[in-house]
């Protein structure tokens, strides 16, 4: 039998995930079918509860379910509980696994897409949801100068900061408006650009030639991606980020891992 699968969001219909699994799927040989699945903003839940007694063998979750997607797993893997965010889940032996494939996936980006070292670099992380909660500790692995979490209510961002203290690198938070100095590394975390909008940001956080990367993707760049490059910076989408996390999680999944390369190219064009 096939092995169904599906990305759970609210909205859903711009994802790009049905178009990325099922070429990996042919490209390693397995048999899945991968859709969407627009879960309502209360029913996020019972929508998880279908989709196993359906038996569907897993499910990606996006905005706005990272953080609720937590507390429907039965267990979390390491990287899920550091995060305190789900992106993946994995319906197995009557159990539902959480796990977050959302920070390597992004670190991969830039590192290795992007060719842009994250090590001793000044990063700025926008917002403090479950976006940013899945890239703290995999940008903290890769042993940054700092970073700055910056969110609009700051009690949010210090409760981030304090939750990934003590790695050996420097965290601070602060609201939007508290924003100082110039960054290395813009990274936007935030759902601002989903309606068309932007975090607050300075012109004077974005340093000549940084990287602005923006999670989000679309078919023409966000406002934030604009407004960083009118200052200097080199922008990114998240659509590369989009790519690799969902490598990592059709590796959890099925055991082989993808090459992503051909995949980043066929959405592109």
């Known amino acids: 039998m096939t092995d169904q699968y ?9 994802s790009k995930s049905p178009e990325i699994h099922p070429v990996f799927a042919a490209q390693t040989g397995q048999d899945i079918a991968y ?23 897993g499910a990606n979750v996006t905005v706005p379910f990272k953080i609720e997607a937590v507390a429907v797993a039965t267990r979390l893997t390491g990287r899920a509980r550091a995060a305190g965010a789900v992106n993946t889940l994995s319906f197995e032996d009557g159990e539902i696994v959480g796990d977050n494939t959302d920070g390597p996936g992004l670190v991969a980006d830039i590192v290795r897409n992007a060719g842009v070292a994250l090590a001793g670099q000044r990063i700025l992380l926008l917002g403090a949801g479950g976006a940013a909660r899945g890239v703290m500790l995999p940008f903290i692995e890769q042993q940054p ?3 700055l979490v910056a969110n609009r209510t700051r009690a949010t961002a210090d409760s981030l900061v304090a939750n990934f203290a003590g790695h050996g690198v420097p965290l601070a938070a602060c609201g939007f408006d508290e924003i100082e100095g110039s960054f290395d590394i813009v990274v936007n975390a935030t759902s601002s650009s989903l309606g068309g909008t932007m975090p607050p940001v300075p012109a004077s956080a974005f340093a000549e030639g940084s990287l602005a990367l923006d999670m989000m ?26 790519v690799e996390q969902a490598a990592e999680a059709f590796m959890v999944w099925r055991g082989v891992r993808p090459d992503t390369s051909a995949v980043f190219k066929q959405l592109r064009t």
């Open 145 to 147: 100068a700092s970073i």
């Open 217 to 242: 993707y679309g078919s023409a760049p966000s406002p934030f991606m604009d407004f960083a490059r009118a200052q200097g910076a080199v922008t990114r989408d998240g659509l590369g980020m989009l």
């Open 35 to 57: 859709g969407r699945c627009l879960a309502p903003l209360d029913g996020f839940t019972e929508t998880v509860r279908q989709l196993v007694a359906q038996g569907y063998r």
């Open 6 to 14: 599906c990305v759970i969001g609210n909205p859903i219909a711009h």
